[in-house]
C-alpha cells in the first residue's frame, strides 16, 4: 500500500507504527492506530476522511502539539516536535484563530513579532508580512478590522499567519469549509501556486471528497487507519471507480468485508 519507488527524495513526512491516543482519566482510546504512510516533498497530499476518523489529531501530532504519540513520525527529517521544525512548518488550525479587532495587517504584524521575537529587523518582519499579504491576494484589505471579513477573507488570513515565515511545509486543516464554490477554488489555486513556484509541501485535510480531485496525493483515512496512499488516478483505476468518493467507498466495504471475516466468532 504505502509504496516507495527507489530513489524517491526523503518525504516530508514520514510514519511508521505510529499510535495516539486521546481522552484523560482511565478511558483513553486509540484514535490513530499503528499507521504508516509518507508525505512526498514538494505536492499537494490531501488527508482525506470522514469527520471524527482522526484527520486533525494526526495534523497535531505531525505539528507537535498532540500528546501520547507513539511509534516513528519525522518531519522534515527530524523527529515531530523537534524545536527546529517550529520556523519551518506553519499550521492552520481547524478554528482559526485571527483577532477580530486588530486590522488584517496588524494580525500578520503581531503573529510576525512571535515567530521572531526580537530577531529580526522591523523592516524585514513588514517585507515578510506584505509578501504574505500578497500571496493571499489581501493587500487591498490589510487595513480591514479582521471581525469585518467575511469567512473565506478570515481564512486567508490565517493562512497569511502560516505562509509568514516561509514554511517548508504547510500543515491545513481543512482550510475550505464554509467557503464559497469560488473561494474555494481560489484557495486551491494558491496551494497549487504554492508548491509550483517555491516548492512548498501541502499536507491538507478534508472531509469533502470532491477536494480529492485537486491533490497531487491522497491519504485516505477511516477509523483511525490509513485505508490507502495513491494518486487520484491511480485510486481511481485500482478501484474501477469514476470519482474519489466512489473508489473511497469500495475501500470502505472491502476493509468491512475484511473485518467482518476476522472478527471471531
Ligand atoms: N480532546 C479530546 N479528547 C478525547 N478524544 C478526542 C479529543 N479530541 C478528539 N477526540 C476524539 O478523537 C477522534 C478523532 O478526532 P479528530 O482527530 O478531531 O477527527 P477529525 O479531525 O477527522 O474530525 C474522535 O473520535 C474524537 O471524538
Ligand atoms: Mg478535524
Known sequence: MMNKQPGEA???????????????????????????????????????????????????????????????????????????LRSRIGYVTQAPSVYDDLTVRQNLDYFAAILDPGRTAAARRAEAVDRALTDVDLTGRAGALAGNLSGGQRSRVS???????????????EPTVGLDPVLRRDLWNLFHDLTATRGATILVSSHVMD????????????????????????????????????????????????????QPR
Open 10 to 84: 526523503p518525504a516530508a513526512v514520514h510514519a511508521h507504527g505510529l499510535t495516539v491516543r486521546r481522552g484523560t482519566g482511565r478511558t483513553p482510546r486509540t484514535v490513530i492506530d499503528d499507521i504508516a504512510f509518507d508525505v512526498p516533498r514538494g505536492r499537494i497530499t490531501g488527508l482525506l476522511g470522514p469527520s471524527g476518523c482522526g484527520k486533525s489529531t494526526l495534523l497535531r501530532a505531525i505539528v507537535g502539539t498532540q500528546a501520547h504519540v507513539t511509534g516513528t513520525l519525522d518531519v522534515l527529517g527530524r523527529p515531530a516536535g523537534h524545536p527546529d
Open 159 to 173: 493562512l497569511a499567519v502560516a505562509l509568514l515565515g516561509t514554511p517548508e511545509l504547510l500543515v491545513l486543516d
Open 211 to 262: 477536494e480529492a480531485e485537486r491533490c497531487h496525493d491522497l491519504l485516505l483515512m477511516r477509523d483511525g487507519r490509513i485505508l490507502a496512499q495513491d494518486t487520484p488516478d491511480a485510486l481511481r483505476t485500482r478501484t474501477h471507480s469514476a470519482t474519489v468518493e466512489e473508489g473511497f467507498l469500495r475501500l470502505v466495504d472491502r476493509a468491512n468485508t475484511l473485518a467482518a471475516q476476522e
